[in-house]
């Protein structure tokens, strides 16, 4: 590095970003033939010293998936094939893959690394984008109530009320999926509202794909008894436990990491049954509720229990809604907003 450019890094030590396009194989110096996962192997051994701060493996849409034949389009999923069908990404022919490094010298030296690899293609690096600080604001969801910032207090936020509903939860933004911004959880809260309002059961509530806690919480808020949490990223269940506390209702939700943690172990096993649940909320993508539809049915209380399943794009409701409807005996009420749809089955 020249004096001119470190003082040029100490001045902006922003990180930059590199985009590659990466074949089905590539030819790495001294290591010969290699596909997508052995580069980014390398790239780690390479550049893991040297600021490379992360690599982002790109992601595939679902509609996308399908559309481009990644996925059948019926999105019927053999459970034990499910994890490798589900890797939309390694499926694709081309990877589009991105190299965040410390700063602009960094990126440089990533650039002269890679640039006599045969078959990469590398696009112009460029500082990665400034990502905004996360400014909460209180969240209407109609129906339900409000998705409240730490510290708003449990007081009346400002704005629309009677209508709006009277529900007041509290979750620290930026820790897991579930803020309340998005119409996949504004659908299950208002779905939670009307089973409230309509004095449905809520001892047991199971909230499968928890993100931040949202649903589960409300749901103890509403008068639930005791909450399972399933969240399959343990780097989110710190949120989980910090946001039932600002509710105060820690005590009343348990953490799993899968959902065969919280199902009842066949006769003589020793793990305290929940199960059957009141209510179960599962705000996943499709694949995903179709691959846990068999292991849901026995955790649903018979009769009287509630499900909510979200995160459903039109093309993805008539599959989702047959498998549930084949395992709870009665068709779902669909609700939808922007684009996004919610089954609520009753068994
Ligand atoms: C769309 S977010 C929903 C978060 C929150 N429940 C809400 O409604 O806003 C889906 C969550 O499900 C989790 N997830 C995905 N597959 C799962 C599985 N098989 N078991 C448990 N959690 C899963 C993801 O990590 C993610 O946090």
Redesign the pocket.
Known sequence: MTPDTARAAAADPAPWVVPLEVPSLVSLPDVGLAGPDDLIEWLWMRLGEEGLLAIDEGSVDVAVAVATGLVPGALVIDTAAAPRQRDWVAEQATRRIELVLADEPAARAGLELLTPIAGLSIGPPRPAPAVPPVVQEPVAVPGFGWVLPPGAGLGRPRGRHGAQGDGRVIIDAGT?????L?P??RL?LQALARHAADGGRLDRVL??????????IAAALCGGGHVDA????PH?HGAIVHNATLNGVAARVRLA???ADVAPLPEGGARPATAPYDLV?A???AP?LV??AATLRPLVARPGGTLIL??LRGEDVATVAAWYERLVGSPPTIHDAEGWHCLVLRT
């Open positions: 897991g999926f579930g803020t309340g998005h996949t959880t299950c909230d499968v794909g928890a993100g931040s806690g949202i649903l589960g399933v969240e399959i990223d989110v990491t899968a959902l909320f705000n996943i993508v995903v691959e846990l979200s995160g």
